[in-house]
């Protein structure tokens, strides 16, 4: 079947599919009173639905605009102008330039490619935070762009937090295709942050809202920071019905952990590529032999030449995805021959 790569939205890490009928029904619905402010009643409804699904208490949970919004919102609150930060290379792109407008010194701790992963090599980072102890530690896990987990366990997150007096902020963006979380621990530990968003498996990246959940002396440091009615009313009401039954957003990463195996073995296929493994809703790959041309609405290149990221889509987008690099490869003096291996599925 022909398709038209250009058409194609596989660059935000979107869910390829709008959230369910009743999440929307919701939405309209409040619209209808777009002309008041969003009630006190509303926003503690939403941070209680939040604090259940991620199985802390509500006072542990902010309710909160988008990804960057909120991050601004909690450097704001936890670092100063001068204090060092620690940042993963390659990490998330807005946590950099939110934290040198705020002054702060940021050093990368490199992630190692291992075969078709990327590593944090964890002694090494706890032996450097024991020497230049920063006051702030944000570990994206799993990791973006690489698609790799990065802490993973409990355990490993506890070494982290015990091994110095700042905050440790996790970014679990991922955390539905990735099955593991260390949201628990933010009412046993006092340095712990931990970022959410319903922008991924709940597939309400147009809505913006987020959460980050924390101990409770940080939460009303931040919130008394935030703007008053930080989300609209709309925002609100799609979030509380999704939470309500979050069951639709685990089926929907039930199917973004199937199509991604599927796609990584199409990747695998292409000749001068390299896909790593995912615990996301996307790809990330290497071309041995330099960028070829793509289409700019097929993938966003990332941390280093020759890298680019791939989002989970339907599967016809998928599979348009794939013949689109092909095709781009095809073209390619440096990869003309044999650009696919074996036959189409």
């Not at 930060?85 to 792109?93: A, D, G, K, N, Y």
């Not at 407008?101 to 190692?112: F, H, Q, S, Y």
């Not at 366990?153 to 099955?179: C, I, K, M, Q």
Request: with cysteine; hydrophobic share 40%.
């Amino acid at each position: 079947m022909p398709c038209d790569p250009s058409k194609l939205r596989l660059y935000y890490n979107e869910f390829p599919q709008p959230p369910p009928k009743r999440v929307l029904d919701a939405a309209r619905k409040s619209v209808s009173r777009a002309n008041r402010y969003p009630p006190s009643e509303l926003a503690e409804l939403l941070k209680e639905l939040m604090a259940k699904y991620a199985g802390v208490s509500a006072e542990n949970v902010h309710a909160a605009s988008g990804g960057e919004y909120v991050f601004y919102e909690l450097f704001s609150r936890a670092v100063r102008p001068g204090d060092l930060v620690f940042l993963l290379e390659p990490t998330f792109s807005s946590y950099e330039p939110i934290l040198r407008a705020l002054g702060c010194t940021i050093e990368k701790v490199p992630l190692i490619e291992k075969g078709d992963m990327w590593s944090l090599e964890l002694d090494s980072l706890i032996d450097m935070i024991r020497r230049k102890k920063p006051k702030l530690l944000v570990v994206d896990d799993p990791n973006n762009p690489t698609g790799s987990p990065v802490l993973r366990t409990r355990e490993n997150v506890g070494r982290l937090l015990s091994s110095f007096d700042g905050y440790l902020l996790l970014d679990e963006a991922y955390t539905e295709y990735a099955g593991y979380s260390s949201a628990s621990l933010v009412s046993e530990v006092k340095n712990l942050v931990v970022f959410r968003t319903m922008s991924k498996a709940f597939a309400m990246a147009g809505m913006r809202v987020s959460f980050l959940l924390a101990p409770s002396g940080l939460i009303k440091n931040v919130e008394g920071f935030s703007p008053r009615f930080e989300l609209s009313r709309a925002s609100m009401a799609a979030a509380v019905e999704a939470l309500r039954d979050p069951s639709y957003a685990l089926k929907n990463a039930e199917y973004v952990i199937l199509e991604r195996e599927r796609l990584y073995g199409k990747l695998l296929r292409l000749n001068g590529v390299k896909p790593y493994k995912s615990s996301t809703n996307f790809i990330m790959m290497k071309f041995l032999r330099g960028m070829p041309k793509l289409p700019l609405t097929l993938m966003i290149p990332q941390f280093a030449p020759g890298f680019a990221r791939l989002s989970i889509g339907t599967r016809g987008d998928d599979d348009c995805a794939v013949r689109a690099l092909a095709d781009a490869l095809v073209q390619d003096h440096a990869y003309k021959a044999s650009p696919v291996k074996g036959e189409s599925e």
